[in-house]
């Protein structure tokens, strides 16, 4: 029942993106232009806070997972594949501006539970700060 409720909770598009297909396209397509429209309108200048109001709507941050892998255990999996912290922030701004299967840091079993991420609305400038704040958060999760 909590995950009913919980995707009650988040906007229509963000619960489509996450039940069905992976999502192909620019980010300026009708399924995530609600999204585009929140972020130009609040500008967002922090890791922190961008994660809160973007990566949030999926991600938690520890266990248990909502509707995509929690982000300690995705950074977990970053620091294992990404060294130093700058190939990490690389990794993550062309990551989540294109999410492709075969680029992705996560066990194939991971993929396949939760499907890849839709393409994120964010510009290069604020997917580094969300790097920089993720990998602060240590990767203490669980594969």
Request: charged fraction near 15%; proline fraction near 15%.
């Amino acid at each position: 029942m909590r995950t009913v409720s919980a995707l009650a909770a988040l906007p229509l598009p963000l619960v489509l993106a996450a039940c069905g297909p992976p999502l192909q396209g620019p980010v300026t397509e009708p399924h995530v232009a609600p999204v585009v429209a929140r972020v130009a309108a609040a500008p967002l200048d922090d890791g922190e806070r961008i994660f809160n109001e973007v990566c949030a709507q999926c991600h938690t941050l520890g266990p248990p997972p909502n509707l995509a892998p929690p982000m300690r255990t995705v950074v977990m999996h970053l620091r294992r594949a990404c060294d130093p912290e700058a190939a990490a922030a690389d990794h993550v701004v062309s990551y989540v501006a294109a999410p492709d299967a075969d680029r992705s840091i996560l066990p194939s079993h991971v993929v396949a539970r939760f499907g890849l991420m839709p393409p994120q609305p964010l510009r290069p400038d604020q997917l580094e700060k969300v790097a920089a704040y993720v990998w602060s958060l240590g990767g203490g999760g669980n594969p």
